[in-house]
């Protein structure tokens, strides 16, 4: 059926299978196929017409050559094979079907790409511009003409702009924004001033001109000596004029003061100062003056309610202050609140010694007697020490030095406010003999004279002793 088919197709190749099988032939033909070159491609597709030319259909549609194979025998390897040596042939039946050629909407829409091997002049309009790209262009595989565009000869003088030549013209002179023409033609700027300006100009032009022609008439009537009269008259007149500014503290007095105030000078002078005198008074006038600035009281207030001082912004919190204070007041119905009031100082129950308190405190604080008292927890034992170094501290207040609290243990010390025995002693650990602790005694009792501490007299101090919890030792 196969054979039957490529006869029908192509008598002369079916001619040429004779005396082979068709699996032998086309083995035969996979080995010698080899692949066209694109010069061959190139060559071959000017004979053709463009309907007709085979690179632009697919294989299916190729010609009637074209068919697929597959070797039963070997298995399932697929071999596709096109002549396109040989000219397309209507004749078969499969041409027959391609010969109606169908087009779609969108098969042109590449045509402005495609590279036409003629040489096409561009016209004037489609010369390009002599910019070069810096592009270069990538070798390919196929050395194809491509179209050279149209260089100018390197003597025509390229055009770098399409503005007129009036515009690339110099300007005759440099203009000046204000005196740069107007774009109305024939009217010249006319610059707005304000009307006062105006006016305030005449005005000084006026006067400088009666000046000059007042000057030329009392040179003209009273000569040179009557113009330096008229001179100094002018200056002690600017000279009062500056000391009555400074008087009020304007600021055209604060530019005149640098002249100095010469009739002033002269009136010191005039009432009797002496000249020295009345050069320091103006010096230290002009020194005032110079250091002068205005207080914030001596301003004049400003209308504007956001224009204050630090100073007049403190006064007025101050002043808020005090309102509300007074407002706080009213409202608590005259009492001062808690805050702004001082704790009074609490004050301790004074201690009421009982009889036999008394008594004991007697015989220390009265009669300097050694004294041994005891008794069971909570008997008031303490209380009644504290009461009596209170006491004793009171009746020996210029002598400081005669009353010692001493203790046995630092705990028993620290509840009567005194010291241990040993460290008021300064005997150490009190581990020596005797002699040598009351060397060591005598001793600190000279360093401590000596730093004007108070000296301890453990050594020779006497009665009364109070012999408790803790002692108290009283110098004779
Ligand atoms: N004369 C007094 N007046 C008021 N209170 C007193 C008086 N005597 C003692 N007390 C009170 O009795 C309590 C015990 O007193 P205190 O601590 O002096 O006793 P004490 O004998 O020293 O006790 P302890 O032997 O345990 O040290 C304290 O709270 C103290 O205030």
Redesign the pocket.
């Given at each position: 059926m196969l054979a039957k088919a490529l006869q029908d197709h192509n008598p002369a190749m079916a001619g040429g299978l004779k005396g082979t099988t068709i699996q032998q032939h086309y083995k035969a033909s996979a080995n010698t196929l080899e692949p066209v070159p694109p010069t061959a491609l190139d060559t071959s597709l000017p004979s053709w017409p463009a309907s007709t030319n085979p690179l632009k259909r697919t294989a299916s549609q190729a010609n009637g050559k074209e068919s697929l194979f597959s070797s039963q025998e070997s298995g399932a390897k697929k071999k596709t094979m096109i002549d396109l040596t040989q000219p397309p042939s209507g004749a078969g039946r499969v041409g027959k079907l391609h010969d109606t050629v169908f087009f779609d909407e969108n098969d042109f829409d590449d045509d402005a790409d495609i590279d036409l091997d003629e040489d096409v002049l561009p016209t004037a309009e489609q010369q390009p511009l002599p910019i070069q790209s810096s592009r270069t262009p990538l070798p390919g595989p196929s050395q194809r003409k491509r179209v050279t565009p149209h260089k100018p000869a390197s003597s025509t003088p390229l055009p770098w702009s399409s503005s007129p030549l009036s515009h690339h013209q110099m300007p005759p002179f440099k203009v000046t924004a204000r005196e740069a023409p107007t774009t109305n033609a024939g009217n010249t700027s006319k610059r707005r001033t304000l009307p006062w300006v105006e006016e305030e100009k005449r005005k000084a032009a006026r006067a400088k001109e009666k000046v000059s022609e007042s000057v030329i008439e009392d040179f003209s009537t009273q000569g040179k000596e009557g113009m330096t009269k008229k001179v100094e008259r002018k200056r002690a007149q600017d000279a009062g004029d500056s000391c009555d500014d400074l008087a009020r503290g304007n600021q055209a007095g604060k530019r005149k003061r640098s002249r100095g105030c010469d009739h002033c000078h002269d009136a010191l002078i005039g009432q009797g100062v002496p000249d020295l005198v009345a050069d320091k008074i103006m010096e230290a006038k002009r020194r005032k003056s110079e250091d002068y600035t205005l207080l914030p009281k001596d301003k004049p207030n400003s209308p504007y309610p956001w224009n204050k001082t630090a100073i007049a912004v403190k006064e007025e919190q101050k002043k808020l202050r005090q309102g509300h204070r007074k407002l706080s007041k009213d409202v608590e119905g005259g009492e001062v609140t808690k805050s702004t009031t001082k704790k009074k100082k609490e004050t301790v129950a004074r201690?009421?010694?009982?009889e036999e308190?008394k008594s004991v405190l007697n015989l220390v604080a009265d009669q300097k007697k050694s004294v041994f008292f005891t008794?069971s927890?909570?008997?008031?034992?303490?209380?009644l020490l504290r009461e009596t170094i209170k006491v004793l501290r009171d009746k020996y207040k210029r002598e400081p030095d005669r009353v010692a609290v001493t203790a046995s243990t630092g705990l028993a010390a620290c509840n009567v406010g005194g010291v241990t025995l040993h460290s008021y002693a300064g005997i150490g650990l009190g581990k020596e003999a005797v002699p040598e602790l009351v060397k060591k005694n005598q001793e600190e009792s000279k360093k401590q004279r000596i730093d004007g501490r108070a000296p301890k007299f453990w050594s020779s101090t006497r009665s009364p002793w109070l012999m408790g919890?803790c002692s108290i030792s009283l110098k004779p």
């Open positions: 201690v009421f010694l009982s308190q008794g927890a909570g008997t008031g034992k303490s209380v919890t």
